[in-house]
Nanobody, 120 residues
Framework: QVQLVESGGGLVQAGGSLRLSCAAS????????MGWFRQAPGKEREFVAF????????SYTDSVKGRFTIFRNNAKNTLYLQMNSLKPEDTAVYYC?????????????WGQGTQVTVSS
């Protein structure tokens, strides 16, 4: 089992930046594809980005391409999401998650989330 704890959320003005962190327990962090998701009030949870085990490959939803960067430090068991040029529509609770091994879309372990609020 993996435990995930997000941090780094907060209130920021439009155009600002935040860096989210996701600390993972256990010694198997480096074996997981990791993802970031978000859920805005009244909306369904949506995919934001994922990164492969080595960090070589990443993928982003179109709305954050060029503004957000996902990266990881396997030695520190930590996943990150650097968010630049933030917009009010980025306001949401952000979650990190592990992808189930062998799956291309199923995420099985989730953190508790961290709130990001972008003011206009």
């Amino acid at each position: 089992q993996v435990q995930l704890v997000e941090s780094g959320g907060g209130l920021v003005q439009a155009g600002g930046s935040l860096r989210l962190s996701c600390a993972a327990s256990g010694r198997t962090f480096s074996s997981y594809v990791m993802g970031w998701f978000r859920q805005a009030p009244g909306k369904e949870r949506e995919f934001v980005a994922f990164i492969t085990q080595s960090g070589i490959s990443t993928s982003y939803t179109d709305s954050v391409k060029g503004r957000f960067t996902i990266f990881r430090n396997n030695a520190k068991n930590t996943l990150y999401l650097q968010m630049n040029s933030l917009k009010p529509e980025d306001t949401a609770v952000y979650y990190c998650a592990t992808r189930r091994p062998g799956s291309i879309s199923e995420y099985n372990y989730w953190g508790q989330g961290t709130q990001v609020t972008v003011s206009s």
